[in-house]
């Protein structure tokens, strides 16, 4: 199995660190421990320096000081005095002290910044040679001819495998949509080797746009207002230098505003736009000549409703607008959307199978949680479905709604205001525009919603004014949509209880035949497997029929998500050595779901009552119950109880570091799902993609 990989560049600005973020992604969901190093870096304190994108990100917990070798600069004076045997030798031993803790090693090469190009050209072969590292090349195709483009990958090839390295792909980065195939037809023609892998990514300009951000660090702007809004991107920028009459009508969508200080109806107008809805939004503004409004002013500035990030700087207006004309776009750490969109090129145009397969000779059984967690993601890709989400107005579900319709992983409705909601989106700063949004009431959908439910509950006693007072809350509208087959499942729970979340679901959509109850379970994703934890949030203490349904629902759920079901129904006592009412319910629901199973799971293998240490550790099953084949191999875990199951799942997300995915509910006809109210964004990406795979499955 290879153990390492040199991803370099034929020049600057080749979108090499967003092609790291992919192969990162690719390495976790294969191997267990990647780390990154970069043998030279720019600066220590670049804060756009790779490493810091990589290590946040995938949360990689290893101090900076050890994932580099040597400043650029340092390692140009090293050369200069004919030192170069001692860099070499420092950035392998470096690089030999990461390799100690971790199974691959992924490095970038250099940022081609410096004024001698083949100084870089050569210090990159040569490290990757004395690495023992195969190479992948990333070529920049940004606005160059096809023959250019190959022309640089000849040269740079020639400059690698003169130096003895040995280059299994390339990456031809920021094309042309419309000639990456005559590039690849060329390349492979006249500069690669038919073995060699090459693929060509098409240029994405919402990748080179800064953030407000990024450009008050590079003018050394005063942040006057806005703070929590410097992550806006900056489509373009205008200079309001005339009569807002004319100024207002050159306002286009992520504008940054140049003006200076003491334009104050510039400002003023400037923020009635953000306002408005008839006008585009802007990204910021930049008061340049050191003037700041007067107090007057800020009162009227802070009143607004809206805002956007309001800058200071001393240049005047000209000067500050070609130092933002020269500004190139970084990828940040908190830059949240860029990193999500630049994943989700890789993964579309980069064959992930088959470069895995070059750069990972011997394929792993380990699943860790980030190859969990990118497999939801793919399956969902895989067949998208329609989830509604009737959290609409949370902000929480807005950023993970842009993060999952980035992803292009499943269609979304948003219910809730639509006027709010609308509004929330413009002041995070997202592009939410496919999403579906509805305002109950005013569907065209409410009074068939509310007479469906007057139909299925008047025997209740509910009347048609109750029911229609019932479907104007969100959760039971939602709830609808997907019985109706207006949606093909609901996630909620951000903001309300489980109760709110499960109770529609019961009233309308009910339980699959053979189902009594609603259950749930949780993915507990442990450091190199993951298992299903059940039920762990729904029944306080099912009796022995309901655990028995629990077991054979968390083996099909099991199933859904690639997990291979081997139950344990747990107990305090293995086998038959305790006694009691606790030990007897347990083994009483082994028996019928021993039973069940032979009708509609032929094969599941159960045993039980276990305990935990015997149903997973093959060295404890030996001694407890050695002549079980299912003791030790145990994947699908059954606790007797809610309160033993909530506290065991919670003791092994907390001591273990575990990555908790749930609760997944189960039993019902079709997938509604429960957040937690403390829920993170990432949670609800999980969650979301979790529904869609239940929604495929069902259908299947």
Excluded at 12 to 23: C, D, E, F, P, Q
Excluded at 288 to 311: A, Q, R, S
Excluded at 367 to 379: D, G, N, R
Aim: contains cysteine; hydrophobic residues 40%; charged residues 25%.
């Amino acid at each position: 199995m290879a153990n390492n990989l040199y991803v370099t560049s034929t020049e600057a600005r080749s979108g090499k660190s967003a092609i790291s973020l992919g192969i990162m992604e690719m390495l976790l969901r294969k191997i267990c421990s990647v780390a990154f190093f970069r043998p030279l870096i720019t600066a220590i304190d670049d804060r756009h320096d790779a490493i810091k994108l990589i290590s946040s990100h995938f949360n990689l917990q290893i101090p900076f000081h050890q994932m580099y070798g040597f400043t650029i600069n340092d390692a140009r004076d090293l050369v200069s005095h004919n030192r170069e045997p001692e860099l070499i030798e420092g950035i392998i031993k470096k690089y030999n002290k990461l390799k100690e803790n971790h199974d691959f090693i992924l490095c970038e090469g250099t940022d081609f910044e410096s004024s001698t190009v083949a100084f870089e050209l050569d210090i990159n072969a040569e490290i990757s040679k004395n690495l023992s590292c195969p190479v992948l090349l990333v070529a920049n195709a940004y606005q160059k001819t096809a023959d250019a483009i190959v022309q640089s990958v000849e040269l740079s090839h020639e400059s690698l495998i003169e130096k003895g390295c040995h280059v299994i792909a390339t990456i031809v980065n920021r094309t042309d949509p419309k000639d990456q195939q005559t590039i690849i037809t060329l390349l492979k023609k006249r500069a690669l080797t038919d073995k060699q892998l090459v693929y060509a990514i098409p240029n994405d300009e919402s990748l080179a746009r800064p953030t407000v951000g990024e450009i008050a660090e590079i003018l050394d702007a005063e942040v006057l207002y806005g703070e929590k809004q410097l992550n806006r991107h900056v489509y373009n920028f205008t200079i309001a230098a005339m009569h807002l009459q004319h100024f207002l009508t050159r306002i286009e969508y992520g504008s940054l505003i140049i003006t200076p200080g003491d334009r104050v109806d510039v400002i003023v107008a400037c923020l009635a736009a953000v306002s408005s809805t008839s006008i585009k939004n802007i990204s910021g503004i930049v008061l340049t000549g050191g003037l700041k409004p007067k107090k007057p002013i800020w009162e009227l500035i802070k009143g607004f409703p809206t805002m956007v990030p309001i800058l200071s700087v001393k240049e005047d207006t000209f000067p500050t607008a070609s130092n933002v004309n020269r500004i190139h776009a970084a990828i940040s750490p908190d830059d949240c959307r860029k990193i999500t969109r630049a994943l989700a090129i890789f993964e579309k145009h980069i064959d992930e199978n088959q470069l895995g397969e070059e750069v990972i000779t011997a394929s792993t059984t380990i699943i860790t949680p980030k190859m969990f967690e990118y497999e939801l993601v793919q399956k969902a890709r895989a067949n998208k479905q329609h989830i509604v989400l009737p959290e609409g107005e949370e902000e929480r579900i807005l950023n993970a709604t842009e993060t999952l319709l980035r992803r292009e992983a499943v269609d979304i409705t948003l219910l809730g205001n639509e006027e709010l909601i609308h509004e929330k989106i413009a002041q995070l700063g997202l592009q939410i525009k496919t999403a579906n949004v509805i305002e109950p009431l005013k569907s065209e959908f409410f009074d068939e919603y509310a007479r469906t439910y007057y139909d299925l509950r008047k025997s209740k006693g509910i009347t048609e004014q109750n029911a229609s007072d019932v479907m104007s809350e969100e959760t039971y509208f939602a709830t609808m949509m997907v019985y109706k087959g207006d949606a093909d499942g609901m996630v909620s729970g951000s903001v309300h209880s489980t109760a709110s979340t499960i109770r529609p679901a019961l009233e309308i959509i009910k339980t699959r035949p053979g189902f009594s109850i609603v259950s749930s379970v949780f993915l507990m994703c442990l450091k190199d497997r993951v298992l299903v934890y059940g039920d762990c949030a729904v029944n306080p203490d099912p009796n022995a029929n309901q655990l028995a349904e629990i077991a054979l629902s968390s083996a099909h759920t099991a199933i859904t998500f690639g997990i291979n079901p081997v139950v344990a129904m747990l107990s305090y006592s293995t086998g038959e050595s305790g006694k009691g009412a606790d030990v007897d319910k347990v083994r009483e629901a082994t028996r019928i779901a021993r039973e069940m199973a032979q009708e509609s799971f032929p094969g599941l293998k159960i045993e039980g009552p276990i305990q935990y240490d015997a149903a997973v550790d093959p060295a404890v099953a030996r001694t407890k119950l050695p002549e079980s084949d299912i003791a030790g191999k145990a994947t699908v875990l059954i606790f007797p109880d809610l309160n033993t199951g909530n506290n065991t799942y919670k003791a092994v997300q907390r001591s273990a570091g575990a990555v908790a995915i749930g609760p997944v509910l189960q039993g019902l006809k079709h997938p509604v799902n429960d957040l937690s109210r403390g829920c993170t964004i990432a949670d609800i990406v999980n969650t979301v993609a979790i529904t869609a795979i239940q929604a495929q499955s069902e259908k299947e």
